[in-house]
């Protein structure tokens, strides 16, 4: 299935959003590839990167979402990049769509980029995803807490990312080494 669609809607007041589209692809090669990546709908992965507008991302396609919910991006010049949802940080992982492909045959780059282990390890205890779901932190690692297998369970993809882009930008607002006490998420 392919989705290809073009969103970007002018904000109220403010700069306007860039244009950002979908066209999911296959990523093929080793079999855990198969389950390490999910397919949201168009509508859902723009409405959960309205929680993003703060990171400031370019114009660009999605082409794939990990089943933890982050995004990659093919940008202008081909490159890929990710949008790490436990970070909270925009980043490359690859200078071409091939290369990114190649980093994901080895085990270390599918634990680096799709928490590959974690994965396994949830599925293994018969958490699989249903349709419009995306693995998440029970509790956010960037409060505090284990990236680990039993930190885990399953969550709508627009609400984690969408409640992870509320998170991280009011956790970039503090000074470094605040410990959080609070946090507003809104809908």
Request: proline share 5%; aromatic share 10%.
């Amino acid at each position: 299935m392919m989705f290809n669609r073009l969103f970007g809607k002018p904000q109220k007041s403010g700069p306007v959003k860039p244009a950002m589209s979908v066209d999911i692809v296959d990523i093929t090669g080793h079999p855990e590839l198969d389950f390490l990546f999910i397919r949201p709908s168009a509508e859902s992965i723009q409405s959960a990167l309205e929680a993003w507008v703060w990171l400031d991302l370019p114009t660009s396609t999605v082409i794939a979402v990990s089943a933890f919910g982050d995004m990659f991006f093919r940008v202008h010049n081909g490159s890929i990049w990710m949008l790490d949802t436990l970070e909270g940080n925009w980043t490359q992982v690859a200078k071409n769509f091939s290369d990114f492909v190649t980093q994901l045959q080895d085990e270390g780059g599918r634990d680096r980029f799709l928490l590959g282990g974690i994965v396994l390890g949830v599925r293994s205890r018969g958490m699989i995803l249903a349709d419009g779901e995306c693995y998440d932190f029970s509790v956010a690692p960037v409060i505090g807490a284990a990236i680990a297998a039993d930190n885990v369970e399953a969550r709508t993809f627009r609400l984690k990312v969408h409640v992870a882009g509320q998170l991280n930008e009011q956790i970039r607002r503090m000074p470094p080494g605040a410990q959080v006490q609070s946090f507003k998420i809104s809908e």
